[in-house]
T-cell receptor
Framework: DAKTTQPPSMDCAEGRAANLPCNHSTISGNEYVYWYRQIHSQGPQYIIHGLKNNETNEMASLIITEDRKSSTLILPHATLRDTAVYYCIVKSNFGNEKLTFGTGTRLTIIP | DAGVTQSPTHLIKTRGQQVTLRCSPKSGHDTVSWYQQALGQGPQFIFQYYEEEERQRGNFPDRFSGHQFPNYSSELNVNALLLGDSALYLC???????????????FGEGSWLTVV
C-alpha cells in the first residue's frame, strides 16, 4: 500500500470548516483515497472515498488534486462531535486489500 | 440493516489464558478482517477470512488464530495470553460483490481485552 502523510494534530473552531490534508505522493493508478475517523474508544468510522474526482456525501467532501498526490477532507461545519483521529488511507478496490493505518490527524474542535 | 457487531465489548483475562472474540459482519458482506489496536496507536491488521479460509495474515504469531463460519460470522482466538495482548480488537467486514455492496470496509465497535 502507498504511504500517506498527515499532520499529527489540528484545531478548528466550532461551526467553521475543518480542512484535513493528506499527502500520498506514491499512490498507484488503481488506488483509492479513503478517509476514516475514530472517536475515542470506538471503532473506526468510514467517512468517504474517491479515486480522482471530488466527492461529497452527508458527512464530508473530499478534494483530490489533479495529480492525485494529495487530498483534503473537508468537514463543512465542524461540531464538537467531530473531535476524533482522522485517518487517510490509500487502497486498491480490487480484491479485499487490508487497510494500513498511519498515525492520523488528531482533530480537536474548539467551542 | 445491522452493521458489524462484536462481542463481548469488554473482558478481563489472566496471563496464560485463552480468549475467543466474536464478530458478525454487516449484512451482504462475506469477508471478515481482524485488527488489533494498542492504546495510542492505529489499528494493525491481524488476518482476513473469506470463504471460511484465512486469506491474508499480518505480522502476528500463531497464538492468534481465527475461524469463519458458513454464515460469514467469525471468531478470533488468542492463546497463551500475554500482558502485551491488552488492546482493542476490531472486526471489519467488506463484500466481494462490488455491484451490491462495494468494497468499502466497515468496522465494529471493538472488544476491549485487558490481560492481567
Amino acid at each position: 500500500d502507498a504511504k500517506t502523510t498527515q499532520p499529527p494534530s489540528m484545531d478548528c473552531a466550532e461551526g467553521r470548516a475543518a480542512n484535513l490534508p493528506c499527502n500520498h505522493s506514491t499512490i498507484s493508478g488503481n488506488e483509492y483515497v479513503y478517509w476514516y475517523r475514530q472517536i475515542h474508544s470506538q471503532g473506526p468510522q468510514y467517512i468517504i472515498h474517491g479515486l480522482k474526482n471530488n466527492e461529497t456525501n452527508e458527512m464530508a467532501s473530499l478534494i483530490i488534486t489533479e495529480d492525485r498526490k494529495s487530498s483534503t477532507l473537508i468537514l463543512p461545519h465542524a461540531t464538537l462531535r467531530d473531535t476524533a483521529v482522522y485517518y487517510c488511507i490509500v487502497k486498491s478496490n480490487f480484491g479485499n486489500e487490508k487497510l494500513t493505518f498511519g498515525t492520523g490527524t488528531r482533530l480537536t474542535i474548539i467551542p | 440493516d445491522a452493521g458489524v457487531t462484536q462481542s463481548p465489548t469488554h473482558l478481563i483475562k489472566t496471563r496464560g489464558q485463552q480468549v475467543t472474540l466474536r464478530c458478525s459482519p454487516k449484512s451482504g458482506h462475506d469477508t471478515v478482517s481482524w485488527y488489533q489496536q494498542a492504546l495510542g496507536q492505529g489499528p494493525q491488521f491481524i488476518f482476513q477470512y473469506y470463504e471460511e479460509e484465512e486469506r491474508q495474515r499480518g505480522n502476528f504469531p500463531d497464538r492468534f488464530s481465527g475461524h469463519q463460519f458458513p454464515n460469514y460470522s467469525s471468531e478470533l482466538n488468542v492463546n497463551a495470553l500475554l500482558l502485551g495482548d491488552s488492546a482493542l480488537y476490531l472486526c471489519a467486514s467488506s463484500g466481494t460483490d462490488l455491484m451490491r455492496s462495494g468494497n468499502t470496509i466497515y468496522f465494529g465497535e471493538g472488544s476491549w481485552l485487558t490481560v492481567v
